[in-house]
């Protein structure tokens, strides 16, 4: 019996110690779980955060700038890749959109995963972290209202995996983002309550364009003017004296600047976004860049068509595109040595943008022939720069019939590059030709900038009749083209959507 | 360790429950009136038989033999004594008042093997109602292979292993072919009772037997990790009596089985010479000038021979109350090519210790160390693992050219224009090592409470310790390709622990013998990473790769880390009856809780029940030449798990690099911004198979032959399939749709096991032969789609996964009347001379709806489905022979009826800037029978790809062969010497490196892209047992 005393003994020792306290309810020690997040003014505004940098990879960085500037007549793509199909509007690869189409609705997501939050939260920056979400979410729609139209899917609120998006009703999104971008504008500071540290977040200036840009894609000019009087009598922003510090790295405050995208400076780190895209093409491909878009000679023979006021061509046109006959140096190379050296996708043109494409950091590290480095580019992207508000308020004055106003601010801009004011040059023209010549200035101040593909729209130039300027729109189907089909590979998990008409 | 043994409240009540039983069991005694008996239990030599079982019949007492096999038992004096032990006949004996019984037993031949492990617990053989694998153990250690999983090639029916030759590899192990999407498709190994992995710490000569539990009825004892089979691994044990001591050595040379024949330069040249000129380009340099005078053999300027040696002691010995079993391994293996090696450092320690009797305590130890480095890999731009680099490369690219900026020779685009960076580049400036520390550990103690009632509780460690590190050198050899320096470095320690009380019930009553098994496992799992890269910073002749020593810009430097916390608590039951021998019957139960699972969705219960009749036992049944007839039916539902900690949640995404972040202010400050970083479904569960399984076991002539079959079939539910999204939903890649990973698939799997050995002998000759075939299907239930698309492969419902979907090639057009006849454009052009001809098969209406029809045009409509990525059979024979002193052993293994896409030979030979074969005949002028070849960018159909690369892979292949000579001196007990080799002969049509290929993907499984290949061993050793 001893023995068995003694093995009870070790046997309850054992029973004693053997169960664990270890729960199945196992905290994530790594990342924290999304419910209990965004419940901080300082969650709020990661997340805020988060909405900026969908901004830059995917969307501002090339994506955006690509497609506005090939589907205008400012550029062309010759060669058989993918760009092509978009140019002569035959597309055949109908998930062309869906970089764009997914990236917008990522920034719809981000965004109003802040709204929804923020209604939950308090601090005195909670509005403002709202109201720049909401900026975003009518942003996000601007640009798919643009390449899909009207009858992209329907989201207002927070998604769950499992929801299904109906499409929306035409107008519906243009109230939608009216109704956010007039809820924001009350909450944003103007340009100058942003400190210097925050410059680049979203301003009232910013929101009031957006929503005047809005209205003038829906033909209601009477709706945009106060707004963009409001961004312009707001004092906050002027033309900068040179033309070209709005396209390079300046490590400065640009009061031109409405709305822009930032990307990091000189930067290949590896915490936020490169810009990219006009820094890798060129007019042919070599030293590491493509020679795939090419700049039309409609484009350059506007800039052809007008002197400046010394009998001296347009300044603005080396700083925007890389000719035949620029004075400039591309990545270390004259224009001849492009051409002459390497394949161009169509002779006839040999034209290639050159806004943005920071050959200050290229002159700085480079010899010839050493390969461009493709992510080493950080000059930020203005989205809304001060001259287009200025040319989109005498447009608005044209068409409002406000004859004694409209040659104010088009002369601005003229006079910023030492261009005879219009008034001097081309005094009391009819609403007809003052809208001719509005076309006029914005490709020649404007060019490579994204606005082009809208004006066209805007203007009911978006069809054949634009194939004066860019042949490519002579195959243009109307009741088609207007708009990109949505991606097959969003119908195919979302029944609910309709594809556009003509695919 | 501390949260290891704190208490819990909710358990108390158990504990008291548990204490409460012992309290009472200390009165269950008996007493009548009695005397002594004692004697000796002997073998048919007269041998004593330690611990040989003396039991009272109709009670529960007894006793065992001691070492000099003797007993001593108070029994009332009209008793019968049952005596038994392992592979002995039992006998019963009447007392009839004798003090001294002496018992000789009689051995039982048909059950020599018979009590093996099936998992919290032993069977007898005869009571097994499951599919269970037992493996020989002895055959297998013959093999040279360095890991325990690559020693099962071929040894158990059902159990497919395809391994590698690269040295550190752990074969790919499947058993009934796997098949569950989420991706874990490896067995659960469970060692000396510990759930692990396979791992090259341990040492495969110290494994005493193992037992693959194959189906669902006889796994589900492991409930939710069962689903992919379990191995049962037991490893050595000491032995009472004289210390035995056993030495073995052996050394070999291993070299690459295969080269690959390819071109030299002058072939090459006459190709890319007709491709630049078909393409108006102007011919390269040196294609043109071959006085040049390179023509460099790229295979031979990696492959060398390399050595391997394994070295092992070990003890076993014992005293009365105790036994101890020591061991020591040290293997060393090199690479075919130079680079990769693999070193291991064992040590054992088994021990078990009776305190008293019916309580002995006990622990298995492992402390094992390997080090390996794989194959290198160019990670420069442009990957390429260095076998594959060879052969891609150029003849004409020279291995060193002293005109370059690095020294060695690379592609450009005037001389040798090939984007393959240089093989041998790539051994000398790129590196990698990782290390592995292990400590495989349990402690447990054996308490027989009450006669038949074991209480075992054991707590046991799995501890891992990785270090991995890849570095490199700075240079140019790849185009104009400028690599960096670089060194990244990774740290992981996981630990597993495992508490797990046991209570075992043997009993048996009259024709009624019964054991319950009840268990409860409480494991923990904590596991930690962190790691570094660097690229640049070491860019000296001389630079330290260390961490600490680099230069780098601090934006090139980047960090990561985790660490993971999983709980899974589990109690398991088990309960086998067995009828007078005849009928059997196994249930069990398991309950998991998985803390990797969303509350609500954390308990799951997996039962199994299977039966079997042993017909041989019945009285009608005679038979003159069957010994043994058992059928038997089992059914059993068991899980696998392929998800990682905490998916089910969703998670935020903020890190301060490559996070969602954004600069502010015209300086470029950088703000952490936060996203939900993933769509998750809440409700993901386990994988879970549910199978029903048939098997025979039949045994012939005396036991000279023995067969078993099995036949399984059941449904593989529940199956992990990423479900797209609507990008609208908002998370999700810009690419395309998000995806959502989801249990949401289900597949059949059906298939078939046998296995036959037959023992001869023949006066001195003595002989074996041991044979097993198997094949399982698993055909798609239910997709979340009709059919899922990936490389060459189509999956549809109610076929197999993954069959072929490529053109139907059908030659090359030599005329222009063939083209005139077929009248079919490719992609819309239409072919030239030379070009690929193939099959038109479909075609599209106006509402783009596939016709079936032809219609004249050659695109991806035409795809069709052809051959068979699965083997009609696998198989494995092992055969063994004895003469006297010498002793000779040949393992076949192979499989038949599978085809494979050889992606080799169509990346060499659909690649203008490779090398090709040298039977590649591309026409020319009028000349050759494979497609034509050129560099302009013209649409043709000659990349498709196409029946042309289906080949048969069917193979069968030399695995093993040893021929051994034993002698005994006087001052060791016996000296084994032998020679042999590995991997000797490979027949085979397959024109690839290697036709034993695992394709990984389950959704294209037969597209063979070369790597490292299974390599020829050639080996001699000697085995010494003192």
Redesign the interface.
Known sequence: MKNIKFKSIVASLVLLTAFSCEELDQANPNQPDSGNFFITEEGLFQGLVGAYDQLQSGYYDDALRTFSFVMSDEATQEWPYELRELCTFSLTDFNIGQGIWGASYQLISRSYRVIEAGAEVSGPEVPRIVAEAKFFVALAYYNLIGYFGERVAYVDRLQAASDKQRPAEPGELWILAESLLTEAIDELPLASGVSSGQYGRITRGAAQTLLAKIHLQQGEYAEAEPLLAAVISSGQYSLNENFEDNFVELNNVNPESVFQVNFLHNGVASETDNTRYFRLNSVAENLGVFGDIQVTNFVVNSFLSENDADGNQDPRMDASVFWAGSSRLYYGQTHSWWVNENEVGNPDITNSIYKYTEQDVVANNATPNVVVDGINGGTDFIVFRYADVLLLYSEVLNALGRDGEKYTHVDLVRQRSNMAPLSVARPGLNQADFLAQIKHERIVELVGEGVRHYDLIRWGDYNETSAANDPNFATFTRDQDEVWPIPQSELDVNPLLVQNPGY | MK??????ID?KK??QL??FI??GL?FVQAAHAQSVVSGTVTDEGGEAIIGANILIKGGSTGTVTDIEGTFSLEVPNDAVLVISSVGYISQEVAVNGRTVIDVSMQFDVAQLDEVVVVGYGSQRKQDITGAVAIVDVEAMQASAFTSITDRLQGRASGVQVISSGEPGSIGTIRIRGGGFMGGNNDPLFVIDGVLANDSQNLNPNDVESIQILKDASASAIYGSRAANGVVVITTKKGRSGKAEIKASAMFGVQQIPKKLDLMNASQWARINNAARDAGGDARLVHADDLSHGYDTDWQDAVYQSGQIQDINASISTGGQNSKVYFSLNNTYQEGVVKGPLFERVSVRLNSEFEL????SIGENLMVGRSESSGEQNYTGGGEGALITTAINSLPITPIYDPFRLSGYGHGDFTNAFTFSPNAVGIRDLFKNQSEQLQVLANAY?N?E?IEGLV?R?SLSLNLNNGLSRSWQRPGIIRM?TVHQSGLSEFNNRSED?F?E?RLTYNKSFGDHSLTATAV?I?Q?TRSRASGIEILGGFDGDNAFFQIGSNNAPS??I?VSG??????L?SFAGRVVYNYQDKYLFTGTLRRD???RFA?GN?WGTFPSVSVGWNVSNESFFSSSFIDNLKVRVGYGEVGAISIG??AF??????T??????????????????????N???RNIRWEVSRETNIGLELTLLDGAVALEGEFFMGQLDDLLTEI???????????????T?LTNAASSDRTGWEFSVTYNGEQGDFQYSITANAFNSYITAKSLVNPFILADNAITRIGTVYGQFFVHDYLGIYTSQEQIDADGVTVLGATPQIGDARYRDTNGRDEANNLTGMPDGNINADDRIVAGNPYPDVSFGLNFEASYKNFDFTLFLQGMAGRDLINGQYFDLNNDIYSNFTSDWDPYIDGQGTDPRVTTAQDVNGNGFMSTKYIEDATFVRLKNLQIGYTFNTDIIQDIRVFIGGQNLLTLTQFEGQDPEFEGGDIFAPGNYGGGYPNIRTFNAGLNLTF
């Open positions: 949260n290891i043994y704190c208490k819990e358990m158990i504990n548990l204490s012992l309290i200390f008293l009797p019916g309580l103690i308490y409470i209480f509780p104009t622990w508490q009380n409860h409480n923990v934006n090139q980047t985790d660490e993971a916390t999983t709980v608590k809780g998985d803390s509350s954390r900690d905490y949640q969703s998670l935020i995404v903020s301060s690099q490559g996070g969602a972040n954004y600069n502010f202010g015209p300086e470029s400050t950088s703000a952490t911004g936060a996203i939900v970083g769509l998750n479904d797209a999204v609507p990008s609208a939903v908002g998370v999700g890649s810009a690419e395309g749709t998000g959502v």
